[in-house]
């Protein structure tokens, strides 16, 4: 049997992501799972007890957390989704604050309470970071109110663009093979995180993902790459299956389509502080972006850095897009005004603070880059206005630029501190400030503060101009005097 490696690229994919992010606040999500209350009881272990080997926990905080589907629920509306959660809960303390919480994180509650059930609660001992003990506290939801769960979910089912099944393996989602059936007739998108021993009642489904401890024990121990591409592959003709994901911890992740293509993704290289949750990332990750422009590639290109990034943070966590926003390198820094503004919307929308500057940069000296990185250290995103030839000619004379705009620009760009560069061909950026409506406006030398172009427009509205002092050695002035005489 042929496979083959697919080959794509992710170009675009930091020019795309605000544009994307806002087009799920469209969209809405069903999850329908296991719906569980992690608590976290963190303390400093000073000393062993006399009563038996083990550490003695001076606790100091608690504090609860939603956890199974009703953390995949508030990683998506952490994304802007509108969420709906399915489940069931005891008629209990710990099902009170799970819907309290859902109602702060402004997820649509359809929880379904039981007096014959307790709520699961799983609860983690934490020591100084180190995890000493965890006790779960569960009981198996019984078929009856698994059967009234499905039958209020598909009152709704029409009305969702997506549904994710987050099976933890307590008897919620009993129904999946019916769920599945109906999706396909409908045409309504269904991925699945999975749990147990046969994944038969998954058939059908768009995506499945699966740690690779779980899609061992359904299709054995796979010694090399080669052979859990094969048996994957043998795996989705068997059981229908469109699309498979296999997450291998900090080996990455295996993709793979109904097209018999498959790629690899490395981890991210961080350190790990806890791994809980990140498979909830991962699903709610590539569901949310998979309803946007993305292709499946790069919603799954995505998921693996928002993975990263959330075994980072102690505890069941979540993340923000713009957490993930930083994390991606801009293939192009250089951007027009209008693909500058959607970048910007997404950023003021995040409350970060922005500065611009503005100049020919010809001769790029030591100056410079002291300058821009002083410039950067007074807010979040960095914008240089960088004058087009024609003005260029026009301020210095027609001898310059020594360098073209372009040239210039991709000098700029290998800065670490410089987000993004933007053309203008005024003799002054004003036009552009107006625009751009920067927070902060850097200017180098010597200047008072009203001088600076820009400094009446930004006093309107609360911004302000910052003058930072060049190193007096270095000029382009005094580059260009150099060069000449020598």
């Not at 605000?18 to 606040?25: A, E, G, H, I, R």
């Not at 401890?213 to 591409?229: P, Q, R």
């Not at 693909?339 to 910007?344: E, M, R």
């Not at 911004?463 to 000029?475: H, R």
């Amino acid at each position: 049997m042929v496979y083959k490696k697919f080959k794509f690229n992710f170009n675009n994919i930091k020019e795309n992501f605000t544009k994307n992010v806002s087009l799920l606040n469209n969209k809405k999500i069903a999850v329908i799972g296991d719906v569980i209350l992690d608590e976290y009881i963190k303390g400093h272990a000073e000393r062993i007890s006399p009563e038996a080997p083990i550490p003695v926990i001076k606790v100091n905080s608690k504090y609860y957390s939603l956890g199974g589907a009703a953390n995949v629920a508030r990683n998506l509306r952490r994304l802007g989704v509108n969420v709906f959660l399915y489940g069931l809960l005891g008629n209990d303390t710990s099902g009170k604050i799970i819907k309290d919480s859902l109602k702060e994180e402004k997820i649509n509650d359809n929880l379904l309470k039981s007096n014959k059930i307790k709520t699961i609660i799983k609860t983690r001992v934490v020591s100084d970071g180190q995890q000493i003990v965890r006790y779960d506290q569960e009981s198996y939801f019984n078929k009856i109110d698994s059967l009234k769960l499905l039958g209020f979910f598909l009152k709704d089912i029409n009305k969702f663009n997506l549904i994710i099944i987050s099976d933890y393996g307590k008897g919620t989602v009993r129904n999946v093979s019916e769920i599945s059936k109906i999706c396909r007739k409908k045409s309504i998108p269904l991925f699945i995180d999975p749990k147990g021993s046969s994944f038969k009642k998954y058939s059908g489904a768009d995506l499945i993902s699966p740690n690779l401890k779980e899609f061992e024990k359904i299709v054995g121990y796979c010694s090399s790459d080669k052979e859990l591409i094969k048996r994957a592959f043998n795996f989705m003709k068997e059981f229908n299956i469109k699309n498979l994901l296999i997450t291998k911890g900090n080996r990455g992740m295996t993709f793979l389509n109904k097209n018999r293509e498959y790629f690899h993704l490395r981890a991210e290289n961080v350190e790990v502080a806890d791994v809980v949750g990140a498979g909830d990332t991962v699903i709610s990750w590539i569901g949310a972006l998979s309803l946007t422009e993305y292709n499946l590639e790069s919603s799954i290109y995505l998921a693996n850095l928002a993975a990263g990034e959330v075994v980072k943070l102690e505890g069941t966590s979540t993340l923000s897009p713009e957490q993930i926003y930083n994390k991606l390198e801009p293939k192009n820094k250089i951007l027009d005004i209008n693909a500058l503004k959607k970048n910007l919307d997404f950023l003021k929308k995040n409350n970060k603070t922005i500065v611009f500057t503005n100049g020919c940069f010809d001769l790029i000296h030591k100056g410079h880059l002291e300058y821009l990185k002083k410039s950067k250290k007074l807010g979040d995103i960095l914008i240089v206005g960088l004058n087009s030839d024609k003005s260029v000619k026009k301020l210095k004379g027609q001898s310059r630029p020594f360098n073209s705009f372009i040239d210039r620009a991709n000098i700029l760009s290998e800065f670490i501190s410089v987000d993004f560069i933007v053309l203008f061909n005024e003799l002054t950026p004003l036009n552009l400030i107006k625009l751009i409506k920067p927070d902060i406006i850097t200017k180098g030398g010597d200047y008072a503060k009203h001088e600076v172009v820009g400094f009446s427009f930004l006093k309107k509205y609360g911004g302000e101009v910052k003058i930072v002092k060049f190193l007096k050695e270095y000029s382009s002035t005094k580059m260009i005097k150099k060069i000449n005489n020598s």
